[in-house]
């Protein structure tokens, strides 16, 4: 099934059943409230879901209207925890070698984490907000999983079961701001803002034999101001899957329910299937010309991350966002 949160003016939003095309949606009223009480209580809720669903695909769901992702919050519009991964060490050796930096071999043994803000993410169509265009706002396209209760000390073959739902992430980040937090040597964070994610979360079975083995095996389309820079395959070069980051999450805490996992930047070592954020295109440029080019996001820019089924159908709608100078108010 698929499932949205739509914008009710509550900080939680209402829980929302969405049909298999995208089209139709329907309040799962009396079963859900939110996407956080559908988690707690995932085993007694989500055949209920599953049954609304089932009426909204067949076009029997009473007070069925018209899906808008206008008017959608993130699917989970506020989280427990939000710990991003480094999947695709491609993505992490291209950034390092153009900056003259060694990669230590265990970025391909032991997986990168860090753990974002959590209580304010933004939906999929909302502006992305920037005080300064010096700050150098970059795009980064991922998968997320969305995980029930998983006991400390996970093994790799039973983290799969903990995942209940996928969607697209856009894990913004401000380039410019990150070497001097990094240099701290206490991780990310005025340099990761909120995190965008797609209109739509799906169960796993919604994507068939292209989810195996803990990775979503499709292309990952970006579209910078209209121009599709990227549809590198989330499948192909995805080092550690899904399964091995709830493993490396887990091994010393319990990670509760609602908890979301990112993938990292998809990246291929093929650089015909283009790029997932600005940084890696500016690090080929390094890498070739001693000189990056192209220049970070500008006010007025958009960027749209969507990914398609083997029928050209989207699976999860798109984040489809303007950059905005953001004045307090």
Same mark, same amino acid.
């Given at each position: 099934?698929?499932?949205?949160?739509?914008?009710?003016?509550?900080?939680?939003?209402?829980?929302?059943?969405?049909?298999?095309?995208?089209?139709?949606?329907?309040?799962?009223?009396?079963?859900?409230?939110t996407?956080?009480?559908?988690?707690?209580?995932?085993?007694?809720?989500?055949?209920?879901?599953?049954?609304?669903?089932?009426?909204l695909?067949?076009?029997?769901?009473?007070?069925?209207?018209?899906?808008?992702?206008?008017?959608?919050?993130a699917?989970?519009?506020?989280?427990?925890?939000?710990a991003?991964?480094?999947?695709?060490?491609?993505?992490?050796?291209?950034?390092?070698?153009?900056?003259?930096?060694?990669?230590?071999?265990?970025?391909?043994?032991?997986?990168l984490?860090?753990?974002?803000?959590?209580?304010?993410?933004?939906?999929? /169509?909302?502006?992305?907000?920037?005080?300064?265009?010096?700050?150098?706002?970059?795009?980064?396209s991922?998968?997320?999983?969305?995980?029930?209760?998983?006991p400390?000390?996970?093994?790799?073959?039973?983290?799969?079961?903990?995942?209940?739902?996928?969607?697209?992430?856009?894990?913004?980040?401000?380039?410019n701001l990150?070497?001097?937090?990094?240099?701290?040597?206490f991780?990310?964070?005025?340099?990761?803002?909120?995190?965008?994610?797609?209109?739509?979360?799906?169960?796993?079975?919604?994507?068939g034999?292209?989810?195996?083995?803990?990775?979503?095996?499709?292309?990952?389309?970006?579209?910078?101001?209209?121009?599709?820079?990227?549809q590198?395959?989330?499948?192909?070069?995805?080092?550690?899957?899904?399964?091995?980051?709830?493993?490396?999450?887990?091994?010393?805490?319990?990670?509760?329910?609602?908890?979301?996992?990112?993938?990292?930047?998809?990246? /291929?070592?093929?650089?015909?299937?283009?790029?997932?954020?600005?940084?890696?295109?500016?690090?080929?440029?390094?890498?070739?010309?001693?000189?990056?080019?192209?220049?970070?996001m500008?006010?007025?820019?958009?960027?749209?991350?969507?990914?398609?089924d083997? /029928?050209?159908?989207?699976?999860?709608?798109?984040?489809?966002?303007?950059?905005?100078?953001?004045?307090?108010?």
């Open positions: 099934m698929k499932l949205a949160t739509l914008k009710d003016g509550s900080r939680d939003g209402q829980l929302l059943v969405v049909s298999r095309d995208l089209k139709t949606a329907a309040i799962a009223d009396g079963i859900a409230a996407m956080q009480r559908a988690l707690d209580d995932w085993a007694f809720i989500a055949p209920q879901l599953t049954q609304l669903s089932e009426r695909n067949a076009g029997k769901a009473s007070g069925a209207f018209d899906f808008d992702t206008q008017k959608c919050m699917p989970l519009p506020r989280a427990y925890q939000w991003d991964g480094s999947s695709y060490v491609n993505h992490v050796e291209l950034v390092r070698k153009a900056r003259n930096a060694d990669m230590p071999d265990s970025f391909w043994h032991d997986p984490m860090y753990q974002g803000g959590s209580d304010d993410f933004i939906g999929p /169509n909302d502006d992305i907000e920037l005080q300064s265009e010096e700050w150098g706002l970059d795009f980064e991922e998968i997320a999983v969305i995980t029930d209760d998983v400390m000390g996970c093994k790799v073959q039973h983290a799969a079961q903990h995942i209940r739902l996928l969607m697209l992430v856009n894990d913004v980040s401000l380039r990150i070497p001097a937090e990094l240099a701290k040597g991780g990310f964070f005025q340099s990761k803002p909120a995190t965008s994610f797609s209109p739509v979360a799906v169960t796993p079975d919604e994507l034999d292209t989810w195996k083995d803990g990775k979503l095996h499709l292309p990952l389309r970006s579209s910078l101001n209209a121009v599709l820079v990227g590198p395959n989330a499948g192909v070069d995805m080092v550690f899957s899904f399964s091995q980051l709830i493993t490396h999450l887990c091994k010393t805490r319990h990670a509760r329910s609602g908890t979301i996992i990112g993938s990292g930047t998809v990246s /291929n070592k093929d650089a015909s299937k283009g790029f997932s954020c600005i940084a890696e295109k500016r690090a080929l440029e390094m890498i070739a010309d001693g000189v990056a080019s192209t220049p970070f500008q006010f007025g820019d958009t960027i749209r991350i969507e990914m398609l083997k /029928n050209g159908k989207s699976i999860f709608g798109a984040i489809d966002q303007s950059i905005v100078e953001y004045h307090q108010k």
